[in-house]
């Protein structure tokens, strides 16, 4: 946190406490200014002088009011800012392993709505501080009235903490689930927004919105419950206060009989026992104190995620060799990859294959560091990436993933992002390897075109992608079934380009077709998160179960007339 972001924040609290103080001062002097205007009133002396007091502290206590409303919303604004800057901070420092920790939509609600939540714990417990000093302002004004009456309103505290303390701990739990269901919400309408148009292709639209709204009598069960609390409480706050206030006044008027209270104190005796039970109805106290209880709690939950030390490392020059030594990653359900020990020398091409949850796309994600081995080392160069600063692991090792998330105001800006300020040669250069370069010529203004006035199929915004990854003069490639969209001709044409663009980079590609490992210089397969061969594709097609894991040959007709499948060659 930068030093002036310190002072501003403790220049706003500052305020706050004095406009707080300042009002605590005039509220409790006003029933003794009052009694002492009514003594001067009914005693027919001159009652100018305590009315004009009377005014004036008035008019004070106002002011102070309202600069306190005033600076209350200054700080929790400028906290609610610096929460959300924080979490979103520590939230893309966690990369990879906090997407997949927290949901989407669930963590979108603690961003947006757990931190407007807890940013509210100073201007919070400065109320509670201005609450209990008044309290005990009155308290003490009431004693120096008369001790009796002290004793009769402190009968009434502990029933009114014991109060306080259920709801503010049963209101913390009900809040708390109230936003976790939000999140679940937000999280399902985020996924059928991604699939809309499947979901409106097969008409489940409506089955679709029954699955986002499930939770829906849930949440509205939690918000009912809660405020049947707060109501509950609000009922017992209004019977409690006023009793123990009637019972002062009881007591006051028997001192008034008796002699020991004069009338103007009997009237400031009104004003000071509720006064000094005031912090037991402050029922909005309570459920904000509840809902920074569980603000706070959501937000730690994110916080609370250790994010890993970075590396300081500067990446020395190299060819590009990558080794991953003994690499094990475990997911909630079981090892990812499991003992990994793979060799990719400098300059040449590996395709990763494996049927689906075989731990290609984790082994991707580890070799550029993108995710922490559990067990083992991935090295680059000789160097465990580990220890290298992610400035410099980001210009050595470029990605291009399946389904790439275009960022800029561009299309070219899309290109370049992440690398600078390139040429716009070098972003035609890495389009044309991309064979994104032949439609966005065809936009209405090319490469300047608006990325949003740009829409794009799946396949060209795998080319983007593409682009972006080959725009870096990065040693290690690591392309993550980034053609999966393309078709066979125009990957077969991208694959070619790269390899004559690329010599002499080491790339790694995720490949589900045959064609993608057969243009590899080596495959390695991938079955249940452990290397079971590492050959070239022509090798390894021998293997049937290899085979297998590539969509199956088109039956042809036997000489009798039966279809039978074709075990060629390889491809």
């Not at 009912?224 to 109501?231: E, F, K, P, Q």
């Not at 209405?444 to 992608?465: F, I, K, N, V």
């Not at 003069?473 to 790269?498: C, F, H, I, N, Y």
Request: charged content about 20%.
């Amino acid at each position: 946190m930068d030093e002036r972001r310190v002072r501003g924040r403790g220049g706003r609290l500052a305020l706050l406490v004095a406009a707080s103080l300042a009002n605590v001062g005039c509220v409790v002097a006003l029933p003794t200014v009052l009694g002492a205007a009514t003594e001067a009133a009914l005693d027919g002396g001159d009652a100018l002088a305590p009315l004009s007091a009377l005014v004036a502290l008035a008019a004070m206590a106002v002011a102070a009011a309202y600069a306190v409303k005033v600076t209350e919303v200054a700080c929790t604004s400028a906290e609610t800012v610096r929460l959300r800057s924080r979490m979103m901070e520590h939230v893309l420092a966690l990369g990879v392993p906090g997407e997949r920790m927290f949901a989407s939509g669930d963590l979108t609600g603690r961003v947006v709505t757990g931190a407007s939540m807890a940013a509210g714990a100073g201007p919070v417990l400065v109320q509670l501080t201005a609450g209990t000093a008044t309290a005990l302002g009155g308290a003490a004004a009431l004693w120096l009235i008369d001790w009796r009456l002290v004793a009769t309103v402190a009968c009434a505290v502990p029933a009114g903490l014991a109060m306080m303390r259920f709801f503010v701990r049963h209101a913390a739990g009900l809040v708390t689930r109230y936003q976790e269901l939000q999140g679940e919400i937000s999280n399902r309408m985020l996924d059928a927004l991604a699939g809309i148009r499947t979901v409106r292709g097969a008409g489940t639209w409506r089955r679709e919105a029954d699955r986002i709204l499930a939770p829906l009598p849930e949440l509205a069960g939690s918000g009912r419950d809660l405020w049947r609390a707060y109501g509950r409480i609000q009922g017992q706050g209004t019977l409690l206060i006023p009793l123990a206030g009637l019972a002062a006044l009881a007591v006051a008027g028997q001192g008034v009989m008796a002699g020991r209270i004069s009338p103007g104190q009997m009237l400031a005796v009104a004003g000071y026992a509720p006064m000094a039970l005031g912090i037991l109805g402050q029922v909005s106290l309570l459920l904000a104190l509840a809902r920074l209880r569980a603000g706070e709690r959501r937000i730690g939950e994110v916080l609370s995620v250790p994010v890993r030390e970075r590396g300081r490392r500067a990446l020395p020059d190299g060819p590009g060799e990558l080794r991953l030594c003994g690499v094990t990653v475990r997911g909630a359900d079981g090892p990812l990859l499991e003992a990994v020990d793979l060799v990719v020398p400098a300059g040449r091409s590996v395709a990763i294959v494996g049927r689906s949850g075989a731990g290609k796309s984790t082994l991707a994600l580890a070799a550029g560091g993108l995710v922490e081995p559990d067990e083992g080392r991935v090295l680059l160069d000789g160097v465990p990436v580990a220890e290298v600063a992610p400035a410099s692991l980001r210009r050595e090792v470029a990605y291009a993933f399946e389904r790439p998330r275009l960022r800029g105001a561009s299309v070219a800006d899309a290109i370049g992002y992440g690398c600078g300020e390139p040429s716009p040669e070098l972003v035609e250069r890495a389009a044309v390897l991309a064979g994104a370069d032949r439609f966005v010529r065809l936009l209405p203004d090319g490469y300047a075109t608006a990325l949003r006035e740009a829409p794009m199929s799946g396949g060209e915004e795998q080319r983007l992608g593409l682009a972006r990854a080959f725009v870096r003069p990065a040693r290690l490639l690591v392309l993550d079934d980034a053609t999966s969209s393309l078709d066979s001709v125009t990957e077969a044409q991208v694959g070619a380009a790269l390899a004559r663009a690329a010599a002499g980079r080491t790339r790694l590609l995720v490949a589900h077709r045959a064609g993608t490992a057969a243009r590899a210089d080596l495959v390695a397969w991938l079955d249940g998160g452990r290397v079971r061969a590492v050959g070239p594709h022509r090798t390894l097609w021998r293997h049937r179960a290899y085979r297998e894991l590539f969509e199956p040959p088109a039956p042809v007709a036997s000489a009798g007339g039966a279809v039978s499948e074709r075990n060629g060659e390889a491809p």
